[in-house]
């Protein structure tokens, strides 16, 4: 059973990529269709603009809730590699108290947020800003459930593995 969970895991974790490589995909060929109206064609045209900021809002969130993985997370390596597997054990452990708690205790507001903003929409293109923040309502459940999840590998006694800078690569 645990192999076909991981191999499931896998194949949504790919297919994760794959919409964040087309959200990017989007946003560069609505730039580019941006520029050539405005400079070219002389005719500046803001849906553009608009379809822009929501993909990389989506891209941003999308991509740290379901496609970033715990080792390639922003944290002090100069501290989190001078120290031994215990204290990193420790470190992760309370990181993760802080941020499941923090989490969870903005996200009924945020639940509240999002649904009043069904009142409003976008200038452009009318696009209901539920959904347009309804990406952060994902992450957020994403944020706990990692959180969680490596807070309890750390309870069991596995420390995080020691980052090794020279190693270090752009994820592939």
């Given at each position: 059973?645990?192999?076909?969970?991981?191999?499931?895991?896998?194949?949504?974790?790919?297919?994760?990529?794959?919409?964040?490589?087309?959200?990017?995909g989007?946003?560069?060929?609505?730039?580019?269709?941006?520029?050539?109206?405005?400079?070219?064609?002389?005719?500046?045209?803001?849906?553009?603009?608009?379809?822009?900021?929501?993909?990389?809002?989506?891209?941003?969130?999308?991509?740290?809730?379901?496609?970033?993985r715990?080792?390639?997370?922003?944290r002090?390596?100069?501290?989190?590699?001078?120290?031994?597997?215990?204290?990193?054990?420790?470190?992760?452990?309370?990181?993760?108290?802080?941020?499941v708690?923090l989490?969870?205790?903005?996200?009924?507001?945020?639940?509240?947020?999002?649904?009043?903003?069904?009142?409003?929409?976008?200038?452009?293109?009318?696009?209901p800003?539920?959904w347009?923040?309804?990406?952060?309502?994902?992450?957020?459940?994403?944020?706990?459930?990692?959180?969680?999840?490596?807070?309890?590998?750390?309870?069991?006694?596995?420390?995080?593995?020691?980052?090794?800078?020279?190693?270090?690569?752009?994820?592939?």
């Amino acid at each position: 059973m645990g192999e076909r969970l991981r191999l499931i895991g896998g194949w949504l974790a790919r297919r994760a990529e794959n919409l964040l490589v087309l959200m990017l995909g989007a946003m560069f060929a609505v730039f580019i269709v941006q520029i050539i109206f405005r400079y070219l064609l002389n005719f500046p045209i803001g849906w553009t603009h608009e379809i822009s900021v929501l993909l990389w809002l989506w891209m941003v969130l999308f991509g740290a809730a379901f496609v970033t993985r715990e080792t390639e997370e922003i944290r002090f390596d100069i501290i989190y590699g001078a120290v031994g597997p215990r204290l990193r054990r420790t470190m992760s452990l309370v990181t993760a108290a802080v941020l499941v708690v923090l989490y969870t205790i903005s996200l009924p507001a945020m639940v509240d947020y999002v649904s009043f903003m069904k009142v409003e929409r976008t200038a452009y293109l009318k696009i209901p800003f539920n959904w347009v923040y309804s990406i952060y309502l994902a992450f957020a459940v994403a944020a706990i459930a990692r959180y969680l999840w490596l807070g309890f590998s750390a309870l069991r006694g596995k420390a995080p593995e020691e980052f090794d800078p020279t190693k270090a690569g752009s994820g592939v």
